[in-house]
């Protein structure tokens, strides 16, 4: 991103150089007026890129966060129903089963 923004500027230099000059852009300043819109252009695609996959990052990490969080609660939840039912003497339920975990792809008892 910097090489491409210094190329825009160095090219913009160069523009306001020769209309200084000249008092208009000549045929010679192609050169510059199309540095100038290739190199501010792909510094600024560079930089709404970046920003744009920080942004999926942190969605993603916040969706892992509370996937994370409801998956504990549930857990927590289970643990209270089979204390429940240990203390009022009911049959204790099966065992839940494994869920397949989105990182892995597999189920733990394939594992």
Do not use: C, N, Y
Request: no cysteine.
């Amino acid at each position: 991103m910097a090489v491409l923004l210094t190329v825009g500027l160095l090219s913009v230099h160069d523009m306001l150089d020769s209309w200084a000059q000249h008092g208009r852009l000549l045929p010679g300043d192609t050169t510059a007026v199309v540095g100038s819109i290739i190199g501010i252009g792909g510094a600024l695609g560079t930089l709404i890129g970046a920003t744009l996959t920080a942004f999926v990052r942190l969605v993603q990490a916040r969706g892992q966060a509370h996937a994370d969080k409801i998956r504990a609660e549930a857990e927590l939840l289970r643990a209270e129903a089979e204390m429940h039912r240990a203390r009022t003497g009911q049959i204790p339920s099966p065992a839940p089963t494994p869920e397949t975990s989105p990182d892995s792809g597999s189920t733990a008892a394939e594992e």
